[in-house]
């Protein structure tokens, strides 16, 4: 099992995973259904991808996992915005200031790697 004290971008993409389920569900309570699916799905792939990646099979696999990470990031960012900037839908801002973080992190991570 992967340690998620000494992982700042498990740790963090576990929170924000738990934290999207719970606004999805909001957004689900206003029956604003097609975004929370969206958004359900983009928020939770960000760490589930992560997750797939600490386990790589090469470094190449590891990237990949990374990069498809990064890509669900900046989708969920999309729907974050869409909520932000819609009359009727709420919107969360620790959940914006969760991905920016988040974002920081992974793109980090695909700096270094690709690098080396």
């Avoid at 029956?31 to 958004?39: E, G, S």
């Avoid at 991808?49 to 099979?57: D, K, V």
């Avoid at 920081?104 to 690098?115: F, W």
Wanted: net charge positive; glycine share 2%; aromatic share 10%.
């Amino acid at each position: 099992m992967i340690n998620f004290e000494n992982n700042p971008l498990i740790k963090k993409t576990v929170q924000f995973s738990l934290d999207i389920i719970e606004f999805c569900e909001l957004l689900d309570e206003k029956r604003k259904f097609v975004i929370a699916k969206q958004l359900l799905r983009s928020g939770t792939s960000i760490g589930a991808n992560s997750f797939e990646a600490q386990n790589p099979h090469s470094k190449n696999d590891f990237v990949s996992k990374i990069k498809i990470a990064a890509q669900e990031l900046e989708e969920t960012k999309y729907w974050l915005y869409l909520c932000k900037h819609s009359k009727n839908y709420p919107f969360d801002e620790k959940l914006e200031s969760q991905v920016t973080e988040i974002g920081k992190i992974t793109y980090k991570i695909l700096s270094t790697s690709l690098k080396n």
